[in-house]
């Protein structure tokens, strides 16, 4: 009940600017998209520019057909200097969402061993917690949220034993640790978005959902749970549109940390009341 009341409070939001971590991917062109609907602006962080253009989703928010200011910077999140470059892009953010990641098995993501599990998932995560403190980040509000996975506590059960063959998860929840680590020194509030397995568009990963073109269809109604026992699939969109609201909600104080997780389920999308 909480956390439903988190997130259904966005038109009480004081939130400004926004730095979003694996804007390219297909959650974080939603994420970047939503934010900016709600007039909030966007400052998406990317390794190559040009290729991030590509993408319509972001082309067309770089074109100003948006509410929000959009603006694209380059950065690896693999190197902490080129983090601390970002100066005020990074450090004058109310919040700072890090959707990043990488295949959960071999594959050219993985760049021969540059951008495996551990250096995608969770050094990844270190280089931007360091540099965020490196850079003062001294906004009075300030929120981290970071997105991982469901099954990060059941690596022992099928199917995430599978998913978990090369250690994906095992760094995804190690990510997890360390935000909630940081928050509670650092004085900042933490967030942990748990999603099920992401279907619909934008495709931008090679499995199954992309081969056929899966997405929520009937399944429109959303589940949260505190806890990591559920599964299932969840609309890339429907997950965007729960980290927008969650970002901009005033029920959260800088000492405070939630971990939510989100799947689908049968039935008509949730109203704004429920």
Do not use: H, M
């Not at 909030?40 to 590509?54: D, F, H, P, Y």
């Not at 056929?212 to 009937?218: E, P, S, V």
Request: aromatic share 6%; glycine share 8%; with cysteine.
């Amino acid at each position: 009940v909480v956390l439903i009341s988190i997130l259904v409070k966005l038109s009480q939001s004081k939130l400004q600017n926004v730095c979003v971590f694996g804007s390219s991917g297909g959650l974080g062109q939603q994420i970047c998209r939503t934010f900016v609907q709600k007039s909030v602006n966007v400052v998406a962080i990317t390794r190559n520019i040009g290729n991030a253009l590509e993408y319509p989703i972001l082309n067309n928010l770089s074109n100003g057909k948006s509410k929000g200011k959009f603006e694209i910077r380059t950065a690896d999140a693999r190197d902490i200097k080129s983090l601390v470059s970002l100066g005020s892009s990074l450090a004058g953010t109310d919040c700072v969402v890090i959707s990043v990641g990488t295949t959960a098995f071999p594959s050219s993501k993985w760049e021969n061993g540059a951008s495996n599990p551990e250096i995608a998932c969770y050094q990844t995560v270190v280089n931007i917690l360091d540099a965020l403190t490196t850079l003062k980040w001294q906004k009075k509000e300030k929120k981290v949220i970071l997105v991982s996975s469901v099954g990060v506590n059941r690596c022992d059960t099928f199917p995430y034993k599978l998913l978990n063959s090369y250690g994906v998860l095992d760094q995804k929840r190690k990510s997890e640790d360390l935000v909630l680590a940081r928050a509670k020194s650092q004085g900042f509030c933490g967030i942990i978005c748990r999603p099920g397995r992401l279907v619909g568009e934008p495709f931008t990963n090679f499995d199954l959902a992309k081969l056929l073109k899966i997405d929520q269809g009937k399944n429109q109604g959303i589940v949260f749970n505190k806890e990591d026992v559920v599964n299932g699939d969840v609309q890339r969109l429907d997950v965007a549109e729960s980290i927008t609201r969650i970002a901009g909600s005033t029920s959260l104080s800088s000492s405070s940390s939630i971990v939510y997780s989100i799947v689908n389920k049968k039935g008509p999308p949730p109203s704004e009341i429920e």
